[in-house]
């Protein structure tokens, strides 16, 4: 599915980060890529994350529950005459069809883009008045939802205690609007919302897009920098000279000992290559692809020879960084791969396509191939099997 009509310049410029959206049915054609009982059946599942949340009054302070996931089957028939909403987490990494969401927001850089999160409620169910730190799009899949949007809120916002949710203290709506099958809410971190079911068979997809904090990302990479660090990178200081008063530290040792942190800390090359690896990571790793054999090149070359197409793993994450002219620098779930030339060429395509056909020219490259075959035996790309 793609958008009918929508001004993506326009939108970067005018709300992203800035203002809430409300975008009314912008698709080609809406179809609802997902059935409840679909979404049920995932929560069931082990090594899937899954909430069940049930509301016992209308009063926002109270009766807030969380059930977190495998949930029995049987649990879905004693919900009769309850406010609750069902979450799935990463459901694209399990259903091509949602997957496809994406496609369209890929205007968004994909390292920012983080899952697609499918709520499904009865008639009065919601999550709360609430707030995110990052951005998310609300695409209505079926029947209606009820968004309020309130105010800006941060770490200082009153929140009512609970275990499980974060729930504001007090919510005032500014807006309100109903949405229907195909309309699409997009709203920016810290603002508050809150949607609430109108009918039942509501079914909504949340995609959410990564926002590391400063406090994430020093204490990953303060990890990968000390894991790498000698134990003979000490300070020294040649041509001491005595001090007036021994107790003192000196300013020159100080601009000493703040540059052996920098000169770790603030190498841009290290940090583009940890943070290449950091953020392709998969967050939802049990969907393994590996085989249980290594790849033959000969192997990779028959599928190619047939025009198979390539996909690649849903759960997999892949970025580059340009190091030059013709070289980048290929991140998948994790792994690195120096690429220049016609290879750099070739990752580039990787990180832009999620299916296609290879260029029989291209992949006669030797080290093409290899790469391929690593990718492969990783279990972050396949060729699409016929059925």
Sequence with gaps: MQFRDFDIDGFLRDYWQRKPLLIRNPWDHWRNPLEGDELAGLACEEGIEARLIRQEN??????????????????????????????????????????????????IPNWRIDDVMVSYASDGGGVGPHFDQYDVFLIQGAGKRRWQIGPMCDSSTELLP????????????????????????????GIAHNGVAVGDDCM??????????????????????????RDDS?????????????????????????????????????????????????????????????????????????????????ASRFSFVRRGPS???LFVDGQSFEC?????????????????????????????????????DQGSLAFESED
Excluded at 204 to 229: K, M, Q, W
Aim: proline share 9%; hydrophobic share 40%; glycine share 4%.
């Design 162 to 189: 609970h275990d499980d949710l974060r729930l504001l203290a007090h919510f005032e709506a500014s807006e309100e609007w109903v949405l229907e099958p195909g309309d699409i809410l997009y709203v920016p971190p």
């Design 58 to 107: 209308v009063a926002p302070q109270g009766g807030w529950n969380v059930e977190h996931g495998p949930l029995p089957e049987s649990r879905f028939d004693q919900l009769e005459n309850q406010w609750w909403t069902l979450l799935v987490q990463a459901v694209d990494h399990h259903v091509p069809e949602v997957a496809a969401l994406i496609t369209p927001f890929r205007f």
């Design 234 to 314: 000490r300070y020294r200081d040649p041509g001491l000279e005595r001090q007036a008063n021994e107790g003192e530290i000196p300013e020159a040792a100080l601009k000493r000992l703040n540059a052996m942190i920098a000169e770790k800390m603030l190498d841009p090359a290290a940090f583009a290559d940890w943070f290449g690896r950091y953020t392709t990571t998969p967050k939802y790793p049990d969907i393994d692809w590996q085989p249980d054999e290594p790849t033959p090149l000969e192997a990779l070359r028959s599928a190619i020879a047939e025009g198979l197409p390539l996909i690649r793993n849903p």
């Design 204 to 229: 909504t997809y949340s995609i959410g897009f990564r926002a590391p904090s400063s406090s994430e990302l020093i204490a990953h990479y303060c990890d990968d920098v000390l894991a790498n660090l």
């Design 327 to 329: 070289s980048v620098s």
């Design 340 to 376: 220049s030339d016609e290879v750099a060429s070739f990752a580039e395509l990787l990180c832009a396509n999620e299916r296609f056909t290879l260029d029989r020219e291209l992949v006669a490259s030797q080290p093409v191939l290899e790469l391929l075959q690593a990718l492969f």
